[in-house]
C-alpha cells in the first residue's frame, strides 16, 4: 500500500525527541503502517496522489497567526479527499481550512474526560465518555459550516468530521504520560496565570490511556484500511 503522510508542524522538547523521537515517531509506533515525514513549516507539502492517508500533527503555534505556511498547509488539506486525521494544532488546521475559527482559549492540559456526542467510527468501541491526554491553549470557536461535532468538553469542541474520511481531534492519542508531564513543566508558568492550579492538577490526572490508543487503531481501520 502506499504509505500515510505524516505532515510535521510542531516539535516536542529535545528531552522528549532523545527518548521517544519526534511526533511523527509517535504516530509511526501507534498507526502500525508505512509512513513518510513532511514539515509543513520548511516546504511545500508534496503530491497527495503519492500516499494513502494523511496525519496532521500539533504545534506550539497558533492557527489564528495564520502563517504563510498554515495558510499553505490549508489549501493543501482542501486540494485530496484522502483519509486525513488532525490532531490539536491539526484539528485546528482542518477546521481554519474548511473556513471555521480558531481563537485563544482557556487552556486544557492533563487527562480530560471528553463527551462523545455523535456515534463515529473514530470512537468504535470507546463508549459515551473517553480519558483523553490534552495539551492546548487555542480552540475552535467557530464550527466550519457542514462540519459535525463529535466530541467536546465544556471548555473546547474535542473532535469533528469534514465528510465521510476526515477528522480533527482536540486532544493527542499520540502522547504517553511523560509527554505531558515534559509540557507541564516547561509551561506552568503560563499554565497558572491562565487557570490558577492547572499545573497541579494536571499532574495529578496522568495516567496511561489505552483508549487514546484504540483512536489511532480506529482511524487506520475504519478511515485508512477500509
Same mark, same amino acid.
Given at each position: 500500500?502506499?504509505?500515510?503522510?505524516?505532515?510535521?508542524?510542531?516539535?516536542?522538547?529535545?528531552?522528549?525527541?532523545?527518548?521517544?523521537? !519526534?511526533?511523527?515517531?509517535?504516530?509511526?509506533?501507534?498507526?502500525?503502517?508505512?509512513?513518510?515525514?513532511?514539515?509543513?513549516?520548511?516546504?511545500?507539502?508534496?503530491?497527495?496522489?503519492?500516499?494513502?492517508?494523511?496525519?496532521?500533527?500539533?504545534?506550539? +503555534?497558533?492557527?489564528?497567526?495564520?502563517?504563510?505556511?498554515?495558510?499553505?498547509?490549508?489549501?493543501?488539506?482542501?486540494?485530496?479527499?484522502?483519509?486525513?486525521?488532525?490532531?490539536?494544532?491539526?484539528?485546528?488546521?482542518?477546521?481554519?481550512?474548511?473556513?471555521?475559527?480558531?481563537?485563544?482559549?482557556?487552556?486544557?492540559?492533563?487527562?480530560?474526560?471528553?463527551?462523545?456526542?455523535?456515534?463515529?467510527?473514530?470512537?468504535?468501541?470507546?463508549?459515551? *465518555?473517553?480519558?483523553?491526554?490534552?495539551?492546548?491553549?487555542?480552540?475552535?470557536?467557530?464550527?466550519?459550516?457542514?462540519?459535525?461535532?463529535?466530541?467536546?468538553?465544556?471548555?473546547?469542541?474535542?473532535?469533528?468530521?469534514?465528510?465521510?474520511?476526515?477528522? !480533527?481531534?482536540?486532544?493527542?492519542?499520540?502522547?504517553?504520560?511523560?509527554?505531558?508531564?515534559?509540557?507541564?513543566? *516547561?509551561?506552568?508558568?503560563?499554565?497558572?496565570?491562565?487557570?490558577?492550579?492547572?499545573?497541579?492538577?494536571?499532574?495529578? +490526572?496522568? *495516567?496511561?490511556?489505552?483508549?487514546?490508543? *484504540?483512536?489511532?487503531?480506529?482511524?487506520?481501520?475504519?478511515?485508512?484500511?477500509?
Amino acid at each position: 500500500m502506499k504509505p500515510v503522510l505524516l505532515v510535521v508542524c510542531g516539535d516536542p522538547s529535545d528531552a522528549i525527541r532523545a527518548e521517544l523521537g !519526534g511526533y511523527d515517531a509517535m504516530f509511526a509506533r501507534a498507526l502500525d503502517l508505512p509512513t513518510e515525514t513532511a514539515d509543513a513549516r520548511v516546504a511545500p507539502l508534496p503530491d497527495p496522489s503519492n500516499y494513502s492517508a494523511v496525519v496532521v500533527s500539533g504545534s506550539s +503555534s497558533g492557527v489564528h497567526e495564520e502563517a504563510p505556511w498554515m495558510r499553505e498547509a490549508a489549501r493543501w488539506l482542501r486540494s485530496h479527499d484522502l483519509p486525513t486525521l488532525g490532531v490539536c494544532f491539526g484539528h485546528q488546521l482542518l477546521a481554519y481550512a474548511w473556513g471555521g475559527v480558531v481563537r485563544p482559549a482557556v487552556p486544557e492540559y492533563g487527562v480530560v474526560e471528553v463527551e462523545i456526542v455523535q456515534d463515529d467510527p473514530l470512537f468504535d468501541g470507546l463508549g459515551p *465518555r473517553l480519558s483523553a491526554f490534552e495539551a492546548h491553549f487555542d480552540a475552535v470557536v467557530q464550527v466550519p459550516e457542514g462540519a459535525r461535532v463529535l466530541a467536546r468538553t465544556d471548555r473546547a469542541v474535542q473532535a469533528l468530521a469534514f465528510g465521510p474520511k476526515v477528522r !480533527g481531534v482536540q486532544f493527542h492519542p499520540e502522547f504517553a504520560p511523560v509527554v505531558l508531564s515534559d509540557a507541564l513543566e *516547561r509551561r506552568e508558568l503560563a499554565l497558572d496565570a491562565l487557570d490558577p492550579g492547572l499545573t497541579e492538577r494536571a499532574r495529578g +490526572s496522568l *495516567r496511561e490511556l489505552p483508549g487514546m490508543r *484504540r483512536v489511532l487503531e480506529n482511524f487506520r481501520e475504519f478511515f485508512v484500511l477500509s
